[in-house]
């Protein structure tokens, strides 16, 4: 096992949406180098069997092993539900961050009492996503929704889509109208939606939780408890390398590292 501060750190997800994660883990530790790994060939995770899940992650998880990685952040939701438990029972000295829906600080700030849960098919009718939002949530009401047809758009480019805001709508007006003032996005794919979900929400009480942020800091910690943090002395002139595979080819590879640079210019701007 690699336990070198210059290793990379490994970032997994089905696609594209673990852009959203590497974003915020490359504004919270700049010195670090990264290797992006999507399973772009086997995108959408949402509507699969956990044991296929758990298959192609680990196939992930192998990959970026060979590349010496220092710590993993499973950067997808669905991902984590199905497979974290079973990826840390097979590789003990390896540390793996996961993600599951940010239920505690939407229920820890909502006013209504009322909080929405926007994730994939998987996530939201798991076992795991249950004990979260009995844990987190109890006396808030949590309405998950099933984002389907969302991941898709995504790797798709199809943002902008009218399809795309037709199915928005869909899921997020009812969530409006039940009283939700808070919207978990509970799929890495979905920030990359969040100006199209804004425009949706324009004007009424609903703030999003992108838990991208939350999960940087964790990292960050992780990586300092462990002596593992990058973190050279005085001016350093060498720029992080920044790395990209995609099991759909070279040609997915770069398209992930276009739009990852596309979604980082976008966040600098705000
Ligand atoms: N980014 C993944 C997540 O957070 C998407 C899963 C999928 O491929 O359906 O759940």
């Known amino acids: 096992m690699h336990s070198d501060p210059r290793s990379p750190i490994g970032i997994i997800d089905s696609g594209m949406g673990g852009i959203s994660i590497r974003t915020a883990l490359v504004r919270a530790m700049p010195h670090e180098e990264t290797i992006y790994w999507a399973d772009t060939a086997h995108c959408p995770y949402g509507g699969k069997a956990r044991k296929e899940i758990v298959q192609l992650v680990r196939a992930g998880v192998e990959t970026l092993l060979t590349e010496g990685v220092k710590i993993i952040v499973v950067a997808c939701n669905t991902a984590t539900t199905a497979a974290i438990a079973t990826l840390r029972e097979e590789w003990p000295e390896m540390p793996f961050v996961g993600l599951e829906p940010a239920v505690k600080p939407a229920a820890e700030t909502t006013r209504s009492g009322i909080i929405g849960v926007l994730g994939t098919e998987f996530t939201v009718r798991s076992e795991m996503?249950?004990?979260?939002?009995?844990?987190?949530?109890?006396?808030?009401?949590?309405?998950?929704?099933?984002?389907?047809?969302?991941?898709?758009?995504?790797?798709?480019?199809?943002?902008?889509?009218?399809?795309?805001?037709?199915?928005?709508?869909?899921?997020?007006?009812?969530?409006?109208?039940?009283?939700?003032?808070?919207?978990?996005?509970?799929?890495?794919h979905f920030p990359l939606l969040a100006p199209q979900i804004e425009r949706?929400?324009?004007?009424?009480?609903?703030?999003?939780?992108d838990p991208a942020e939350a999960i940087a800091r964790h990292t960050r910690e992780i990586l300092a408890a462990s002596g593992l943090l990058y973190e050279p002395n005085g001016v350093t002139t060498e720029a992080p390398i920044h790395h990209f595979i995609s099991t759909g080819g070279a040609e997915a590879a770069e398209r992930l590292r276009l739009r990852a640079e596309q979604y980082a210019a976008r966040l600098r701007k705000r």
């Open 129 to 188: 996503f249950r004990t979260t939002a009995r844990r987190y949530a109890s006396g808030v009401r949590v309405i998950p929704v099933a984002g389907n047809g969302l991941v898709e758009a995504v790797e798709q480019g199809l943002e902008e889509a009218p399809e795309t805001e037709r199915l928005l709508r869909g899921y997020i007006e009812p969530l409006l109208a039940a009283g939700a003032d808070r919207l978990v996005l509970a799929c890495t």
């Open 200 to 209: 949706i929400i324009d004007g009424r009480d609903m703030r999003l939780i």
